[in-house]
């Protein structure tokens, strides 16, 4: 514990000396044994920076150590059998989602690994199929969304057929919560913290991009990168950090990534017949395919630390009941529980709800301000003698009901 501390003690000296620098992040590429003891200790300070290093947790055996310790669970607790078919989840209710996760698992498997038979390909499938099936029924509050297979097939590959329902259970309950509500309108609202982060590390570049909707992260954002990042080592390690950080560092991450294309994305959207706001969305909706993830991860820790969530304005909008609030705290997000997730998330749906009748309400009073404004008038009537200048405010407000 003591090497450990020391460890975090002298970059957090080289952070005082130097401002912009990022204590989480180190040059040097975390050995077996550093990361075996953090997470025999369940160290998520010591995790946490090992995952921002260059290489992450190094191999998927050391991630099958790392990740049930980022994601609360016990591993060692946990029964390391494949699932079988008499598993109680089997009978249970069907989801109402799982003819579109049938779909969905059999697009899997598209850049990676290459199998080779068919075989071994159907083998795969069949326990995505089962994971995701298994997760869904035994929450069955949650909602599947398409690009949910993407982030299970990582969860597959990496960890032993033990871990991965416990792992994908809490994932989707208490990290990703968000995306599994009844409709991805608390997504949308998260998207808005990236031209935030832009703004505030380049103005000219937030200025050019100004007519492009956020929307152009939700499928990275959505997914963890899963959907869009090819290459299996590419993607293993940059779930390290995902998963070692609180939810909202995926946002940073493409904020990073952005950041990066400067030069890139100022050469388009020049306002051109085949170069305008749509040519500037494409790009920025597709990543490019030689990301240095290391140099991402890190750049996406100093800003974070530069500009954490609490002081961008879209931070207002996020709902106390969000996963970008309630992972705020790794230690806290520790102790949740499945219950805790599912009480997250009932309250969030009753914020959606509130908040869509609001919009109704007030949409309908809008349509009908005519009518409410003659009301209006003819209480007032009740009460106020006609003089001239009431019936100088009559017809005013009349007008403005009118306009």
Request: with cysteine; hydrophobic share 45%.
């Given at each position: 514990m003591a090497t450990a501390n020391g460890h975090r003690h002298a970059k957090a000296a080289q952070a005082d000396a130097d401002p912009g620098a990022e204590p989480d992040a180190s040059t040097d590429r975390p050995d077996e044994a550093r990361i075996l003891a953090a997470c025999e200790r369940k160290d998520l300070d010591e995790l946490r920076d090992i995952a921002v290093a260059p290489g992450g947790?190094?191999?998927?055996?050391?991630?099958?150590?790392?990740?049930?310790?980022?994601?609360?669970?016990?591993?060692?607790?946990?029964?390391?059998s494949p699932i079988e078919t008499s598993s109680p989840w089997r009978h249970l209710p069907r989801h109402r989602d799982e003819e579109q996760v049938r779909l969905d698992v059999d697009r899997s498997f598209i850049y990676y690994p290459n199998y080779e038979s068919p075989t071994q390909l159907k083998e795969k499938k069949a326990e995505l199929s089962a994971?995701?099936?298994?997760?869904?029924?035994?929450?069955?509050?949650?909602?599947?969304?398409?690009?949910?297979?993407?982030?299970?097939?990582?969860?597959?590959?990496?960890?032993?057929?033990g871990l991965r329902a416990p792992a994908a259970a809490r994932l989707s309950a208490l990290r990703i919560r968000d995306f599994m509500l009844p409709t991805l309108a608390p997504a949308l609202v998260q998207l808005r913290l990236i031209p935030d982060l832009v703004r505030a590390e380049d103005p000219a570049l937030f200025a050019h991009l100004a007519q492009s909707e956020p929307h152009f992260a939700l499928s990275d954002t959505l997914t963890m990168f899963a959907h869009n990042v090819q290459r299996y080592r590419d993607i293993a390690r940059l779930f390290d950090a995902l998963l070692a950080r609180e939810q909202a560092f995926g946002l940073y991450v493409f904020a990073c990534i952005v950041l990066g294309r400067r030069a890139e994305l100022l050469a388009h959207g020049g306002g051109g017949d085949d170069d305008g706001p749509d040519m500037l969305y494409f790009v920025l909706s597709k990543l490019p395919p030689d990301l240095d993830l290391d140099a991402v991860v890190a750049g996406a820790a100093r800003l974070f630390r530069r500009h954490p969530p609490e002081s961008l304005p879209a931070w207002r909008r996020i709902s106390s009941a969000s996963t970008l609030r309630t992972t705020r705290d790794p230690r806290a997000l520790a102790r949740q529980t499945l219950p805790d997730g599912r009480a997250f998330f009932d309250a969030q749906v009753r914020q959606m709800q509130w908040a869509e009748r609001r919009q109704r309400m007030l949409r309908a009073a809008w349509a009908n301000r005519t009518v409410l404004l003659?009301?209006?008038?003819?209480?007032?009537a009740v009460y106020l003698r006609k003089t001239s200048a009431w019936t100088s405010i009559l017809a005013w407000m009349i007008r403005l009901g009118k306009g």
């Open positions: 947790f190094q191999s998927d055996y050391l991630r099958s150590r790392a990740w049930p310790v980022l994601l609360g669970f016990d591993a060692d607790a946990t029964s390391a994971l995701i099936t298994q997760v869904l029924r035994e929450q069955p509050y949650l909602c599947y969304f398409q690009g949910y297979h993407d982030i299970c097939q990582v969860l597959l590959l990496v960890l032993p057929p003659t009301i209006l008038v003819g209480v007032g």
